[in-house]
């Protein structure tokens, strides 16, 4: 495989990258940018992979290195993604190594986008992102997180174990090719009053995790997102805020879907009455009657035709019989069951302790995964439901 390394603080963490591929069995060679050796040099990757690292089109005389590069690279993973190097490879410049390999190689292609928030979200860049994904570019991140600068925003370079898992995926056969998968992402906010209202801790990083996913084995993805969360480019986004709201966005496009995977974490209660001013504290305590949401995944399960219905659920304790009771009840085919109230597990964390229970019988008992790893388990299980039927037909029942 070829790792491609440009000049950004991030840098350093394409040493973990390659570290990773090199225990996971990969022959690895990397190729950087004149920037990059700024912020870490070829001599690290050397040592890492045991095999020479590249800076210049000039350094092998003797022979067109490129091409060589290139045609031997089975998959390509640029770790970072610079707004620079981004903005080359859309438009076709090639004046140094890495680019001019990255537009001979025929090989899948990964890129790892990091850079300053202001960069990311400019229109020029957006728009550079978006003409490599329609050439079947694969985007891992940007993550949001601490910044150079002392920022904090979106731009921080996806964990390296998400780019290996992204890296993999790309690999993987493009069996969601033609389908439409539907996911939900992150919370609800129940308004109180115009300014509080009832939320919970959901962060949408494992349904960010799902559209990567999903896209990378050749989806159309559509999410339907809930405040605060974020999706990787190349989806489809609904955004909402309520229950209410996500339930009528979701209803929309059931028909059209052939898996809909519900990782939202939707609001079991709402204020019966929202204020239509600001509550004022000293007005004192005020009692909030509350009263049930629309019961999404239920409402569902009983409307589906052909689709393939996937839930997640978040559990303190008795994991597998909560998970077997919405499994059964909501008609699902499958539910992930997450561990949640610990560290390192569920909102906002990057690993879960999750299970799947499936109606098949299918089951995969409680472990760790990061995020991009249990997307890629439902998403296996989601090809497989969909492997013996047409695109848009979905699973007969």
């Known amino acids: 495989m070829l790792l491609g390394v440009s000049g950004g603080i991030a840098a350093y963490k394409a040493a973990l990258v390659a570290r990773l591929f090199k225990a996971a069995g990969a022959e690895v060679t990397v190729v950087l940018t004149e920037a990059a050796t700024r912020f870490i040099g070829a001599d690290t990757f050397a040592a890492l992979t045991g095999e020479p690292a590249y800076t210049s089109l000039w350094e092998r005389p003797g022979e067109v290195l490129h091409v060589r590069l290139a045609r031997e690279a089975d998959v390509a993973v640029v770790v970072p993604a610079t707004a620079n190097v981004l903005a080359k490879f859309a438009h076709g410049l090639a004046d140094d190594l890495l680019t ?79 389908r439409t998968v539907l996911i939900t992402s992150g919370p609800t906010h129940e308004p109180i009053d115009p300014v509080r209202f009832l939320g919970n801790r959901s962060t949408g990083k494992m349904g960010a995790a799902l559209a990567a996913e999903a896209l990378g084995r050749g989806a159309a993805v559509t999410v339907v997102l809930g405040p605060g969360a974020s999706v990787p480019p190349g989806v489809e986004v609904v955004p909402v805020a ?42 004192g305590v005020p009692e909030l009657l509350l009263e049930p949401t629309p019961d999404i995944l239920a409402e569902l399960g009983e409307r589906r035709t052909n689709q393939v219905l996937v839930g997640f659920a978040a559990e303190t304790e008795d994991l597998e019989q909560a998970g077997r009771r919405k499994l059964e009840s909501k008609h699902l085919d499958l539910v992930a069951v997450n561990l949640v109230g610990r560290s390192g597990t569920g909102f906002g964390a990057d690993t879960n302790e999750a299970m799947l ?6 089951d995969v008992p409680l472990r760790r995964w990061t995020k991009r790893e249990l997307a890629g388990a439902v998403m296996d299980r989601v090809a497989v439901l969909l492997q013996d039927h047409a695109p848009g037909v979905g699973p007969a029942r």
């Open 100 to 178: 001019a390999t990255l537009l001979e190689a025929t090989c899948p292609l990964v890129v790892a986008p990091a850079m300053h928030s202001g960069m990311w979200e400019h229109p020029a860049t957006q728009t550079n992102v978006a003409v490599l994904l329609d050439r079947g570019v694969l985007s891992v991140g940007p993550a949001t997180g601490p910044l150079a600068h002392g920022d904090e925003g979106i731009g921080r370079l996806a964990e390296p174990e998400d780019v290996v898992a992204a890296v993999r995926g790309a690999l993987a056969p493009r069996d969601l090719a033609g």
């Open 357 to 362: 229970l499936a109606a098949d019988g299918e």
């Open 242 to 283: 309520t229950a209410e709201e996500m339930r009528d966005s979701v209803l929309a496009r059931f028909a059209e879907a052939d898996a809909v995977v519900m990782a939202a974490a939707v609001a079991d209660f709402r204020p019966k009455a929202i204020a239509e001013e600001k509550l004022k504290k000293d007005a």
